[in-house]
Antibody
Framework: QVQLVQSGAEVKKPGASVKVSCKAS????????ISWVRQAPGQGLEWMGW????????DYAKKFRGRLTMTTDTSTSTAYMELIYLRSDDTAVYFCSRGQWHLDYWGQGTLVTVSS | DIQMTQSPSSLSASVGDRVTITCRAS??????LNWYQQKPGKAPNLLIYAVSSLQSGVPSNFSGSGSGIDFTLTISSLQPEDFATYFC?????????FGPGTKVDIK
């Protein structure tokens, strides 16, 4: 069965960076993209961007450009999302999901807390 | 960016009720409209993609319709497990924005 398993919760100080991993199993990793979506506490869903697993092409939401990097390691079927220069309003649950135009499987989410 | 709105923002309903949630895009998005269900503390779950295609494993009491700007999610007979928040999402152009959500709770 398809599974996306994310790394554990993180607590970071403002200005630091965070890198969240998303290990995929149960399907051919190179055949699908991985999208990242975040959700601030009590808020809605915010699309951050996607990466095509087989060639690493990315498309980031404009608001994150310059701070966001998505990568994949096809040898371990793992996707990564790194966000730098963290601010308090980056506190959120970060989800990875399979797909680009519609997201059919999701990771369990990783809580990133940014606090001094 | 394409803005997505949903109405209502919340509703109270009873088991067995027919529930309709609407989603409107700020410009035409053709048929690039998805619906997700999210329960507290959980990841979203894809219900419907491309306006009306039911995701595998999703009960048939969920249906979607619409085109262009206006879209609808219908739950034909609300079940206890359907109490949740529902989000629409456009995948016509990036950033693939989500609607603000509609919370369905028990009357």
């Amino acid at each position: 069965q398809v599974q996306l398993v994310q790394s554990g919760a993180e607590v970071k100080k403002p200005g630091a960076s965070v890198k969240v991993s998303c290990k995929a199993s149960g399907y051919t990793f190179n055949s699908y993209g991985i999208s990242w979506v975040r959700q601030a506490p009590g808020q809605g869903l915010e699309w951050m961007g996607w990466i095509t697993a087989h060639n690493g092409n990315t498309d980031y939401a404009k608001k994150f450009r310059g701070r966001l990097t998505m990568t994949t390691d096809t040898s371990t079927s793992t996707a990564y999302m790194e966000l730098i220069y963290l601010r308090s309003d980056d506190t959120a649950v970060y989800f990875c999901s399979r797909g680009q135009w519609h997201l059919d499987y999701w990771g369990q989410g990783t809580l990133v807390t940014v606090s001094s | 960016d394409i803005q997505m709105t949903q109405s209502p923002s919340s509703l109270s309903a009873s088991v067995g009720d027919r529930v309709t949630i609407t989603c409107r895009a700020s410009q035409s998005i053709s048929s690039y409209l998805n619906w997700y269900q999210q329960k507290p503390g959980k990841a979203p779950n894809l219900l419907i993609y491309a306006v009306s295609s039911l995701q595998s494993g999703v009960p048939s009491n969920f249906s979607g319709s619409g085109s262009g700007i206006d879209f609808t999610l219908t739950i034909s007979s609300l079940q206890p497990e359907d109490f949740a928040t529902y989000f629409c999402q456009q995948s016509y152009s990036t950033p693939f924005t989500f609607g603000p959500g509609t919370k369905v709770d028990i009357k």
